[in-house]
């Protein structure tokens, strides 16, 4: 139940295009779903995040779409650029108890050909 | 803003080995996170402090795994004996008190030979 689902492993497409990449869970008690950019040699960077009681989420060419009863989240990225080639992870939040724990997806290469 | 910080960067240790890493959350982050990332995987949380407790260690394998936040602001992540299967990116991530995001540091690539 504290799986995070991602699809699909490896993205490719043409510079100028849509890149979409989706995410299921299970459990309901999650309560905040961010998405992470990584490059190669580099942490985690926090792109864009989203709460449950909102729909979509839009932060210049990056785009959360949530569907709550779907248990389903995605991550649009408009006008895709060669520099956004890199791995994207979503993520799930829960409390429990006094901590706040993430649960990561197995992530989406990107690659935007020029 | 200073990001969170680590150390070093690489490490190359034979199995058996010990072997520690060290982190500097960003300033006035009372919530420490360590995280293993195998290659081709998401990050797997491995401990969380707040302040100077663990408030969740539930997936840190504690028979080599060992971590300690002495003063609530820096924290090492040992692990001895090392195994082959540690092989990894040791991340560091930071949280503020009634925030939810978390910020990562560069990470440690681990390599047991």
């Known amino acids: 139940q504290q799986q995070v689902k991602q699809s699909p492993q490896s993205l490719i497409v043409q510079k100028g295009g849509i890149s979409i990449i989706n995410c299921a869970y299970e459990?309901?008690?999650?309560?905040?779903f961010p998405w992470y950019q990584q490059f190669p040699g580099k942490g985690p960077a926090l792109l864009i995040a989203?709460?449950?009681?909102?729909s979509e989420k839009k932060e210049g060419r990056f785009t959360i779409s949530f569907n709550k009863s779907a248990k389903q989240f995605s991550l649009h990225i408009m006008d895709s650029q060669p520099g956004d080639s890199a791995t994207y992870f979503c993520?799930?939040?829960?409390?429990?108890?006094?901590?706040?724990?993430?649960?990561f997806g197995s992530g989406t290469q990107l690659t935007v050909l020029p | 803003e200073a990001g969170v910080a680590q150390s070093p960067r690489y490490k190359i240790i034979e199995k058996r080995q010990s072997v520690a890493f060290w982190c500097n959350p960003i300033?006035?982050?009372?919530?420490l996170y360590w995280y293993q990332q195998i290659l081709g995987q998401g990050p797997k949380l491995l401990i969380q402090?707040?302040?100077?407790?663990?408030?969740?260690d539930s997936q840190l394998p504690k028979d080599r795994f060992s971590a300690e936040r002495l003063k609530g602001v820096d924290s090492t992540l040992k692990i001895q004996p090392a195994k082959l299967e540690d092989s990894a990116v040791y991340l560091c991530?930071?949280?503020?008190?009634?925030?939810?995001?978390?910020?990562f540091g560069p990470g440690t690539r681990l390599t047991v030979t």
């Open positions: 991530a930071s949280r503020t008190m009634g925030r939810y995001e978390q910020y």
């Open positions: 459990n309901t008690a999650f309560d905040y």
């Open positions: 989203i709460r449950p009681d909102v």
């Open positions: 993520a799930a939040s829960i409390r429990s108890g006094s901590a706040r724990q993430l649960t």
């Open positions: 300033s006035g982050h009372a919530t």
């Open positions: 402090f707040q302040n100077n407790g663990v408030v969740d």
